[in-house]
């Protein structure tokens, strides 16, 4: 019987009950899962890191508040100001700021700024002329995803944010990120059906992994969220110097586990970040002294979403 046994493993057809043991269900959308394995990134390194900058809309009354007490104003002169001060100082900054540390980024966009913020745009991808754009939907408040009307409008939206993309920039995204990070289940489906390959949906883990969906295989970047700094700056209160300090160690721990076991699988992190964040002066100097902490780094590589997916195998 060993032998046997033995015979069937070399001619690999013991292969699929191990890929099979392997695979999960998806915690969100119950489909399968499976890994996929990266022993190392380019140049023996065990950690990816992608910065994603979400180039946003917002529209007046709508988006995140910097004082909460002045909400019932109109105008809300103070909100108003720290949304519009993103935009239009904080998204250039932002570009100077990885053109001058020459350190890839790829940027999350909804698909409206190019065209109501012509001018930003340009300025902007002039920083930037090979950051990959990864789909952010329409907007980020009047227009988020039909959750509530089925699958078909959803590929509906996507393919939308999609061709509008397509129509401003001469780039149609492979990757997808849902607006103000509110997919549900039937995301997942409709973002494979409309030909995306990765998303940045996937918030559990370290390493990438697979999710089966009925309409085709899409790729699960992590994007952990206590990295994004939105959620840290606005939600629990974090200045820039607290974000520095945090995806410094971050960062560095998965640098340290990977030194400690060389067969740990390599791990990616997508690290989200936005303008009212590291574009104001004071958060792109707390950012500037991470980007060049994490240089130092011998074991981290700084890249780009659709690099990832490249040396990973997953370019499609």
Request: proline share 9%.
């Amino acid at each position: 019987m060993r032998a046997l046994i033995a015979i069937l493993c070399l001619l690999g057809l013991l292969g699929s009950t191990t890929a099979s043991a392997q695979t999960s269900k998806d915690w969100i959308t119950g489909l399968p899962r499976e890994p996929i394995p990266v022993k190392a990134w380019p140049g023996g390194k065990k950690v990816a890191v992608a910065f994603v900058f979400y180039v946003e809309v917002w529209g007046h009354g709508q988006g995140p508040n910097f004082r909460p007490d002045m909400t019932a104003r109109n105008p809300d002169v103070v909100d108003e100001a720290f949304r519009q001060y993103a935009i239009e100082w904080g998204v250039p900054r932002v570009g100077r700021l990885f053109r001058d540390q020459a350190v890839p980024l790829s940027i999350a966009l909804n698909a409206q700024f190019p065209e109501q913020n012509a001018g930003i745009w340009k300025q902007f991808r002039a920083l930037v002329p090979k950051a990959p754009i990864v789909a952010h939907g329409l907007n980020n408040s009047t227009d988020l995803l039909p959750l509530s009307q089925g699958l078909e409008a959803q590929k509906a939206y996507i393919k939308r944010t999609l061709d509008m993309l397509q129509q401003s920039t001469g780039e149609r995204p492979k990757g997808w990120s849902s607006p103000s990070v509110y997919p549900d289940a039937a995301t997942f489906t409709a973002t494979a059906a409309e030909g995306l390959t990765y998303s940045l949906d996937g918030m559990d883990s370290d390493v990438l992994s697979r999710l089966v969906t009925p309409a085709g295989p899409l790729v699960l970047i992590p994007y952990p969220a206590p990295t994004v700094d939105m959620g840290q700056y606005l939600s629990r209160l974090k200045e820039p110097v607290d974000l520095e300090r945090f995806w410094i160690d971050y960062v560095g721990e998965l640098a340290r586990e990977a030194a400690a076991d060389p067969a740990r699988p390599a791990t990616v992190v997508a690290i989200g970040i936005h303008p009212f964040v590291v574009g104001t002066p004071g958060g792109a100097a707390s950012f500037r002294r991470v980007l060049e902490a994490l240089k130092k780094q011998p074991l981290v590589w700084l890249t780009d979403t659709n690099e990832v997916m490249k040396a990973a195998g997953e370019n499609r």
